[in-house]
Structures are given as structure tokens and as C-alpha cells.
């Protein structure tokens, strides 16, 4: 009986010796799955960052054409607007009675008479220099 009991010993021992086997297989390929994984983002990581300067360049274009073409448009909208306002002020003063006082007889002499006062003491002045 005791040759019995060595023989189920050998195979349970050579089960055991597969079963680790097929666990360290089974490590060692998720290893090199997930190098190979890792090898993968590493190339593709590179990849992008050579492309990194280009897409760069081509977004501050684009940013550039967007803010030149908004300037233009606000120039055109502002040139609109005011180009209404003008109309709309011109047609109210139009319609509006004039306000000033038109010129009498007596507010023109007054005026001329104080541009000629003032006229000879600049003479003055300069002939004394």
C-alpha cells in the first residue's frame, strides 16, 4: 500500500508543477501584453507631438482669419450705424424749428463795432515790436 500512496503523491505533484507552470505562462504573457501596450502608447504619444507643431501653427491661423474677419464685420456694423444715426439726426433737425435767434440790425453793428476796436490794438501791438 505504501507504493500506492507514493504513486498519487508523484501525481499530484506533477499537476501542482503544471498548474504553476501555466500560472508564471500566464503572467509572463499579461507582462508582455501590457509592454507591448506600453510600447504603443509611448509610439503613438510620439507620434503626436511631432504633429503637435504643425496643428499649433494651423489653430493660430485660423484664430488670426476669425479675429480679422469679426474686426471687419464690427467696422461694417459700426459704419451702418452710424451712417442711420446721421440719417435720423438730419430728419429731426429738418423738421425741428431753428432755435437761434435770427441776426437784428442792432446785434450786427454791435459786432462790427468790436471787431475793428479789436483789430487796431493788434496793429498796435505789432508795430510796437
Known amino acids: 500500500m ?3 500512496t507514493a504513486k498519487k503523491g508523484k501525481k499530484a505533484s506533477k499537476k501542482s508543477t503544471k498548474k504553476a507552470v501555466k500560472k508564471t505562462t500566464a503572467k509572463n504573457s499579461a507582462k508582455k501584453a501590457m509592454k507591448k501596450i506600453a510600447k504603443k502608447v509611448v509610439k503613438r504619444a510620439k507620434a503626436m507631438a511631432k504633429k503637435l507643431p504643425a496643428k499649433k501653427a494651423k489653430a493660430k491661423s485660423v484664430v488670426k482669419k476669425v479675429g480679422e474677419r469679426a474686426s471687419a464685420v464690427a467696422e461694417k456694423v459700426t459704419q451702418v450705424v452710424a451712417t442711420a444715426a ?3 439726426v438730419g430728419a ?12 437784428t440790425p442792432a446785434t450786427e453793428s ?3 463795432e468790436s471787431t475793428p476796436s479789436s483789430e487796431s490794438e493788434n496793429t498796435s501791438g505789432s508795430s510796437s515790436m
Open 110 to 112: 454791435a459786432s462790427g
Open 2 to 4: 505504501a507504493k500506492k
Open 86 to 88: 446721421g440719417t435720423v
Open 92 to 103: 429731426v433737425e429738418s423738421v425741428m424749428p431753428n432755435r437761434e435767434p435770427e441776426p
